[in-house]
């Protein structure tokens, strides 16, 4: 372990990388070299001197720019007192921003080097071998994914509960960060009537047979000649109506259709009740356009049903002598159901429910018996006898005022899922130590932490065991989980979770393009576009292939459809299969059409777009934020005659101001000029031919986006840290902290090691101290 290192957040990532690292492959520092310590006197010889001689006269006690004032700048607890301003200062001198570039006199690249290195020391160094903390997330509260997932887990139901919950917040990329995960009052009533419906799909009552839902016209599919309108399904001819509906339970419901029809010819219209495609029964309707509910109690079976209302004797003699004899018709407003009764219980139901009182069972020992295994699976941890008391007397109430056993275990169920020790992901400090030094989180607190890092929901059994034996700390034992949890189709979560945040692979639901430029843009080929990076990763997580992969991976999975839009032959059908991609235009997740798609404008590719993408998720690079009074590009492009967009980037970063980062990440978008805004190769634009060169601030040069992207991987390091800092905040589930920084370096240099192996990746963040320990409360 490294005895210092620098943070590398998403706040601070381009302090240093900009400088050394981007502009130059050779970014490692000497290790034999004595690492200095961030003295007062190295600030008054190498800071002081620097910022009295090139930064007071703009920063000076008179109107300073950006009413940053350096006048008084005399000792280096300046800097620790005004962090946030120095750690803006570092950014724009580690893109070469500050002095700006129209400056006569400016820094030497020598006195440039010993201040960041200076800033850095003071702001970001931490001693590995003495630091002592582990950090501390706040409070967690369950997303909606987790939520949803975890119901799941722990009672078997397959609904969707929290689909009316408001979108949870993000913070340093993802949904998941502790800080920002609140519970405001509208969420809570979520909560509240998520946990009725959870607990009425768990658990049968006998007041279930009175349960009706009304599906009215617009919460109807039609087939044949059915439309909806005016609040009604119209059948013109043979057609019907059709509720695809969850039957919770086996047992008999009554099915209610209300209808009317036009009456012609000599035989009522006739209405047929269907469940699955059978016939249940059939009703002749009484009276012309007279609404009449129709009825049919029956048995249908547990699962997913197709309930249905026919029309099936249409009659049409449009030379009828009367009108009214001529066409006939039939019109649908609900379908009802109602029930069951004679229920037989689920397996969910029993799950809950094992136990009933009896002649030798009272009631209270029956809730016990049923809460003391629901009740630690659902809190995540042992519970006491106080706990398991509260619901059972909650049980014994309901039937005290005339409700059955079975209504009170479902209200004692609403109030565990409504409990903070369900909602919340709660960790303990311990109190037989310091209150405030790091310590070790218990065995059930890593099962959590565990669970919700790779499959995104509460743990299974075998890691229930294993923490309430003690052994889910020994290293070979959490090794062995984390093989099997990888292993399980759960862990896709990391797909869907964890790597298309990262990637912000769901921006492309919010893309686009011109209609009429790009009619191939249909909603078909986004999901393909989706699905592509989706099985490539799926692909690296599940083969425990290089992280590299995703830079210049020589494969990708495609349909027909995809294969069409890549100019790929051979494809043919709906199915995803794996390809070679041509190694003269495409490579790794870079040059995926929902990448490109996502980094463009619905008109045009967006250069600054595609650049700041492979900055911040790539390279790990935030650049300043632009000035407040530049022009936007379309803006400059009127005012000063531009014909193209390269021309236009060029008068940009010949302005002072906007010249650092420009130069930065303009060649990075250039780079990727060969793909049209859905990611279609390209030779022209715009009658042109596509120029796709560049040249990096390191002064290496490329043409077209397989160089660009060989560039990149020489930077494998780089991206590899950028990937650990982003697992590790997911996993951790809170902003990453400057002693977080050893673990970071430890991960790394292990990667290196083994060819970045993913696997490699999710051990060394399972084993590291940020997520086996937290700090305590100061």
Request: charge should be negative; glycine fraction near 6%; hydrophobic fraction near 40%.
């Amino acid at each position: 372990m490294s005895t210092s290192k620098r943070i590398i957040t998403a706040a601070f990532a381009s302090i240093i990388p900009a400088v050394i690292c981007f502009q130059s492959p050779a970014c490692a520092a000497d290790p034999d070299q004595p690492r200095r310590v961030a003295s007062n006197e190295l600030f008054k010889s190498d800071v002081l001197p620097v910022v009295q001689k090139y930064c007071v006269d703009c920063h000076g006690a008179d109107e300073p720019e950006g009413d940053v004032s350096l006048h008084d700048l005399s000792h280096a607890e300046h800097v620790y007192e005004n962090r946030d301003t120095w750690v803006r200062a570092i950014r724009l001198m580690g893109v070469d921003g500050m002095p700006p570039k129209d400056h006569d006199d400016r820094p030497s690249a020598a006195e440039k080097r010993k201040m960041i290195e200076w800033l850095d020391l003071a702001l970001f160094h931490v001693d590995c071998d003495v630091a002592d903390d582990a950090g501390r997330v706040t409070i967690h509260r369950l997303n909606r994914t987790e939520y949803t997932n975890t119901v799941r887990d722990l009672l078997g139901v397959d609904i969707d509960p929290a689909k009316d919950f408001p979108s949870d917040d993000v913070g340093y990329g993802f949904n998941n960060i502790a800080d920002v995960l609140s519970l405001p009052p509208l969420l809570f009533e979520k909560y509240v009537d998520a946990s009725e419906q959870i607990a009425a799909a768990t658990i049968l009552t006998s007041a279930a047979g009175q349960q009706k839902q009304r599906f009215n016209a617009g919460q109807l599919e039609t087939a044949g000649a059915a439309e909806p309108g005016g609040g009604v399904i119209r059948m013109t001819s043979d057609g019907s109506a059709i509720r695809f509906h969850d039957v919770r339970a086996t047992g008999d419901y009554i099915i209610r259709v209300e209808a009317s029809a036009d009456q012609a010819g000599p035989d009522p219209a006739r209405l047929e009740i269907r469940v699955d495609g059978k016939k249940v029964t059939v009703h002749d309707t009484q009276g012309h356009r007279e609404p009449a509910v129709y009825e049919v109690s029956c048995r249908i079976q547990q699962g997913l049903r197709k309930i249905e209302a026919a029309f099936i004797n249409d009659y049409y003699q449009p030379k009828a002598r009367d009108p009214k004899d001529r066409d006939r018709n039939m019109t649908v407003r609900f379908i009802e159901i109602q029930g069951p009764t004679n229920a037989d219980p689920s397996e969910i139901h029993r799950r809950v429910l094992f136990t009933k009182p009896s002649a030798d069972k009272s009631v209270e020992q029956a809730a016990e018996e049923a809460f003391r295994r629901l009740l630690p699976r659902a809190f995540r941890r042992p519970v006491d006898d106080g706990e398991i008391e509260r619901l059972v007397r909650i049980v014994k109430f309901a039937v005290a005022r005339g409700d059955s056993f079975e209504r009170g275990i479902q209200a004692g169920l609403q109030g565990i899922l409504v409990s903070p020790h369900f909602l919340f992901r709660l960790e303990f400090d311990d109190t037989t130590s310091n209150a405030v030094s790091e310590h070790q989180i218990n065995d059930f607190e890593l099962a959590s932490r565990l669970s919700y890092f790779l499959w995104s929901t509460m743990p299974d059994e075998e890691l229930f065991q294993l923490a309430d034996q003690g052994r889910l700390h020994e290293a070979q034992v959490l090794d062995a989980q984390v093989d099997r949890m990888l292993a399980d189709s759960k862990a896709d979560a990391l797909v869907d979770n964890f790597a298309s945040q990262w990637l912000t692979l769901s921006n492309i639901v919010e893309a686009q393009p011109d209609e009429k430029l790009f009619p191939e843009f249909t909603p078909e080929l986004r999901a393909d576009m989706v699905q592509e990076t989706k099985m490539f990763i799926r692909s690296v997580f599940r083969d425990d292939r290089s992280l590299v992969d995703f830079l210049d991976a020589d494969y990708t999975f495609v349909n027909e459809r995809l294969a069409r839009h890549y100019d790929i032959d051979g494809v043919k059908g709906s199915e995803f299969r794996r390809v070679s991609l041509p190694r003269e235009t495409r490579t790794g997740i870079l040059t995926h059409a929902s990448i490109l798609t996502i980094t463009s404008n619905p008109d045009r590719t967006s250069l600054v777009r595609r650049g700041v993408w492979i900055l911040d998720q790539i390279l790990g690079m935030e650049l300043p934020d632009p000035p407040g009074d530049v022009p936007s590009l379309e803006e400059g492009a009127k005012e000063s005659g531009a014909t193209s967009m390269r021309e236009q980037l060029k008068l940009h970063r010949e302005m002072p101001t906007c010249a650092a980062c420009h130069d930065t990440m303009d060649p990075l978008g250039f780079g990727f000029e060969n793909f049209d805004p859905i990611g279609r190769w390209r030779d022209e634009a715009e009658g042109n031919p596509v120029d796709a060169g560049g040249t990096l601030p390191s002064g290496e040069s490329f043409s077209g986006p397989v160089e660009l992207a060989g560039i990149l991987r020489n930077r494998r390091d780089k991206f590899a840290e950028l990937v650990t800092k982003k697992m590790l905040t997911y996993a951790l589930g809170r902003g990453l902290e400057i002693p977080d920084s050893c673990a970071i370096d430890d991960i790394v240099a292990e990667l290196s090691q083994n060819d970045y192996r993913f696997t490699v990746l999710v051990r060394g963040i399972v084993h590291s101290k940020p997520f086996l320990m937290r700090r305590g409360e100061k």
